[in-house]
């Protein structure tokens, strides 16, 4: 007799160059990790300041750069995912290798544990609002890499993270993920503000159009019947 249970939506890697080491898993729905995490994320996990445990969730995300891993950090949160993500990367030269493989990574992570857009909604929008910064993200679990990043980002920095890096980092994790991705900051004078209000915004819309849409179990979302190519 076959079972009802949805099946799981992880993935887990590790992701190795000459600039970057990284060890990521990723579920989708919260909860557990996936069996095959790597052993080096079982000891970090808990550790750090962008850490946080409850009924639903596990979240611990370690880049190197503090600011990154805040936005990370919020990213999992909102979307209701489980992540750990370790990084030991070439910060002695800058913090673009770092911050670009982090998100590929994650990207790339989203993709394998997503499987497909059969069954989902495959679209989503959000606002969201932090204090006088305002943002909205709208996605479509396409297939179709393309991004469309407009944050309006005055400083050189936020802690250790190049303003510049920001919306590099969004596009970076719609082209590994093969989503169609439209992030605006439509309001606000913190950068701070508007960076977070940003990635809160994704957070929301990837929840709402990786939603299961009971009744429509292995159907293909789109007039094509295809999203595979």
């Not at 959000?126 to 179709?144: G, I, K, M, W």
């Not at 469309?148 to 005055?154: D, F, M, Q, S």
């Not at 590994?176 to 960076?195: F, P, S």
């Amino acid at each position: 007799m076959g079972s009802d249970k949805p099946s799981q939506r992880w993935a887990a890697f590790a992701r190795d160059t000459n600039e970057t080491k990284i060890q990521l898993a990723l579920n989708l729905d919260g909860g557990e990790f996936p069996p095959n995490t790597d052993s080096r994320l079982a000891t970090a996990v808990g550790e750090g300041h962008a850490s946080q445990s409850s009924q639903s969730q596990t979240i611990s995300v370690n880049t190197g750069i503090g600011f990154l891993d805040h936005m990370l950090h919020a990213l999992a949160k909102h979307a209701g995912w489980s992540l750990a993500l370790m990084c030991k990367g070439d910060l002695h030269i800058d913090d673009h290798h770092t911050a670009e493989d982090c998100c590929i990574a994650l990207g790339y992570a989203f993709a394998q544990a997503l499987g497909g857009a059969s069954g989902l909604a495959r679209f989503g929008s959000a606002y969201a609002p932090l204090d006088e910064a305002l943002s909205r993200a709208v996605v479509d679990l396409s297939n179709r890499p393309f991004s469309v990043v407009e944050l309006g980002l005055a400083r050189e920095k936020i802690g250790d993270l190049s303003c510049e890096m920001i919306p590099h980092c969004l596009q970076s994790f719609a082209q590994a993920a093969r989503l169609t991705l439209h992030v605006d900051c439509l309001r606000g004078q913190n950068d701070h503000h508007r960076a977070e209000s940003a990635f809160k915004a994704l957070a929301v819309a990837l929840r709402i159009a990786t939603t299961r849409i009971p009744g429509k179990e292995g159907e293909v979302p789109s007039t094509k019947g295809t999203l595979s190519v």
